[in-house]
């Protein structure tokens, strides 16, 4: 069955750059969530997206911003990064906003920023 | 505000061993709550769910009842394998009817001996 795909799955980036990370959910998922996992932390949600539009925001940094896309990928688009950038970014996939769908998430993309 | 609290890791136990991991939570509504894994270099992975008071999720052996009453969603499971080291979360979500993310614990380690 196909799952969430993210690219990168690996970045290194220096401080003050920019980084965008992709993510392309199941097929027929309408719904992206990206979350923020620190080294030995729990996951922290960051924002969600359905049907294209912003649906919900967590602790996102000003910094950051995201997007979906009328194929339904999204792209979190990162700039002046910080060393505490350093993390596992998830992105999650339902078919359909609300909790009676599961959240279906991606393998990662383990950014560090040096 | 809603928070998940689980048991301090890591947890080591011999393999057939039984396992408790125990987790509490406390939510400004009427929650679902779940048990995600997180096998090493690896996304989340929904483990079991359970939407309403008494209910049992139930899955590969491990089960959790959702006790209103204490507010606990505590993880068991009767004879656990080296297969299943891996770190566990708990986690809930309140049926907002937007796409609104998880708020997660903050993981707990199982390793399991041979």
């Known amino acids: 069955a196909a799952g969430v795909i993210q690219s990168p799955r690996h970045l290194i980036k220096e401080k003050r750059e920019t980084a965008t990370l992709k993510c392309y959910p199941i097929?027929?998922?309408?719904?992206v969530y990206w979350y923020q996992q620190g080294p030995g932390q729990d996951p922290q949600f960051l924002i969600s997206?359905?049907?294209?539009?912003?649906?919900d925001k967590g602790s996102i940094p000003d910094r950051f911003s995201a997007q979906q896309f009328s194929d339904y990928h999204s792209e979190l688009n990162m700039s002046s990064l910080e060393l505490g950038d350093s993390a596992l970014y998830f992105c999650?996939?339902?078919?359909?906003?609300?909790?009676?769908?599961?959240?279906?998430f991606g393998p990662g993309t383990r950014l560090t920023v040096t | 505000g809603n928070s998940v609290t689980q048991m301090e890791g890591p947890v080591t136990l011999s393999e057939e061993a039984f396992l408790t991991i125990n987790c509490t939570y406390t939510?400004?509504?009427?929650?679902?709550l779940f048990w995600y894994v997180q096998y090493p270099g690896e996304g989340l992975q929904l483990l079991l769910k359970?939407?309403?008071?008494?209910d049992k999720g139930s899955n590969k052996g491990f089960e959790a009842t959702y006790r209103k009453e204490t507010t606990s969603f505590h993880l068991e499971k009767g004879s656990v394998q080296v297969s299943d080291s891996a770190v566990y979360f708990c986690?809930?979500?309140?049926?907002?009817?937007?796409?609104?993310?998880?708020?997660f614990g903050k993981g707990t380690h199982l390793i399991i001996q041979p």
């Open positions: 359970a939407t309403k008071a008494d």
């Open positions: 997206f359905y049907e294209k539009m912003q649906s």
């Open positions: 097929p027929r998922h309408d719904t």
């Open positions: 986690a809930l979500r309140i049926p907002g009817g937007g796409a609104d993310g998880l708020t």
């Open positions: 939510a400004t509504g009427y929650p679902s």
């Open positions: 999650a996939s339902s078919p359909g906003q609300g909790a009676a769908y599961e959240q279906y």
